[in-house]
């Protein structure tokens, strides 16, 4: 670690100077090396830490008393150790003196000019976020629906003025319209002017005398409009679409905000969404999936019908192009893909039974390949274990 200046020389002053010449050093360096001034200059930087941690510690009777007894030791435990303080993470707090720059250099220590909001420019309106309610088929589809929006609108009695009719909104007298003033502070680096809201007129620059009893001063009103939106075809569940100038609206002649409506879609009891493919389960009878069968199938555009193969085995699963969900705003749509569940039959009669045992006295290994594929190596298995 290299050894670290006198604080004294640091900052150009003798060991006996009054706490007014050390601030005024202080202030010349602090102005000369800030990094505001500097960017980029590493050098410029590291002297500016220098020199906030010299004032830091001569500033204070009781630091500046056990540094010129004991040195660095005296105001640094870790002095010779690795230790020293860093610019904005170390021994002392440059928040308020950063505070004090930013203001300073911000135009108004140098004679520099600082740009401002118009109080009176153009704002657009919030936006409204609401929730829309959708059946399955609807999001699939598309659809219609008439929504309840609440939002402010601009007040008729007073055109969004704010004052009452016949009257007129005045110029702040404090702030001249601008919307703010200016304030002096006394400061270790002297007298600096900042720029904050204007007290009087909360910022807006201008105040009305006489308030619209409608909107009591506001120039918007709250309302709840009806409107017809349309649900574009294949939105999904917690998707959402935007109605543009519908929300809040503007001031001082501002854009109307969006409407956000976020869809959410029951369940269906036959068809489950998987992006823009739908799945739907079919139950067949054993005799259906043995000897095949035609069957009806579901879809959101009707029924249709499909040739189930003879030997259809349990969660066999066959697809139906082009008969899932239409893509949002483009052309085509998914899929929709079928599981087949053979089930089988409960509560049989003596003669059922009695038929299917004779149906299975029939049957052999080449009617049930996996049965036959099963014990084939079941009794591999189980000659290998007896062994």
């Known amino acids: 670690m290299p050894e670290k200046r006198d604080y004294y020389e640091v900052l150009g002053v003798s060991k006996g100077c009054s706490e007014d010449e050390l601030k005024k050093a202080y202030r010349q360096l602090a102005k000369k090396y800030h990094p ?34 004991f040195g660095h030791a005296g105001v640094d435990p870790s002095y ?32 520099g000019s600082t740009r401002t909001r118009d109080p009176n420019a153009p704002i657009k309106g919030n936006n409204v976020n ?16 008439e929504v309840s929006v609440p939002h402010l609108e601009s007040c008729s009695a007073c055109g969004g003025s704010g004052a009452k009719a016949g009257s007129h909104p005045e110029t702040c007298p404090d702030c001249g319209g601008s919307g703010q003033v200016r304030v002096s502070q006394r400061t270790p680096l002297g ?28 120039g918007r009103v709250r309302h709840t409009k009806k409107l017809e939106v349309s649900v574009p075809a294949g939105i999904d569940d917690g998707q ?19 409407v956000n409506i976020t869809v959410s879609v029951r369940p269906d009891p036959l068809f489950e969404r998987d992006g823009f493919d739908i799945w739907c389960d079919i139950p067949l009878t054993f005799t259906q999936a043995a000897l095949g069968d035609e069957i009806v199938v579901p ?32 052309r085509g749509r998914g899929d929709q893909y079928v599981r087949v569940n053979i089930e089988v039959p409960r509560n049989l009669s003596g003669k059922q039974k009695e038929a299917l045992r004779s149906f299975d006295k029939l049957t052999g290994d080449r009617n049930y390949e996996k049965r036959k594929g099963f014990f084939d190596k079941f009794n591999a298995w189980l000659k290998d274990f007896r062994n």
């Open 80 to 111: 010779g150790g690795g230790g020293g303080a860093a610019y904005g993470t170390g021994g002392f707090d440059f928040g308020d003196i950063g505070d004090i720059f930013n203001d300073f250099f911000g135009g108004f220590g140098f004679g």
């Open 299 to 330: 879809t959101v555009d009707g029924k249709v019908s499909y040739t189930v193969p003879d030997g259809t085995q349990p969660g066999t699963v066959f697809r139906l192009r082009n008969k899932g969900v239409p893509y949002v705003g483009g």
């Open 191 to 218: 007298v600096i002017q900042t720029v904050k809201p204007c007290p009087k007129c909360s910022g807006k620059g201008r105040i009305i005398t006489q308030p619209c009893p409608e909107c009591r001063g506001m």
């Open 130 to 145: 609401i929730n829309l309610a959708l059946s399955f088929m609807e999001a699939v589809k598309g659809v219609k629906k």
């Open 240 to 258: 959402t679409f935007v109605l543009r100038g519908q929300g809040d609206a503007g001031l001082n002649g501002g854009p109307g905000g969006d």
């Open 36 to 69: 505001d001034l500097n960017p980029g200059d590493k050098e410029a930087e590291a002297k500016f830490k220098e020199v906030g941690e010299a004032y830091e510690i001569l500033s204070d009777p009781q630091k500046r008393q056990r540094y010129d007894q």
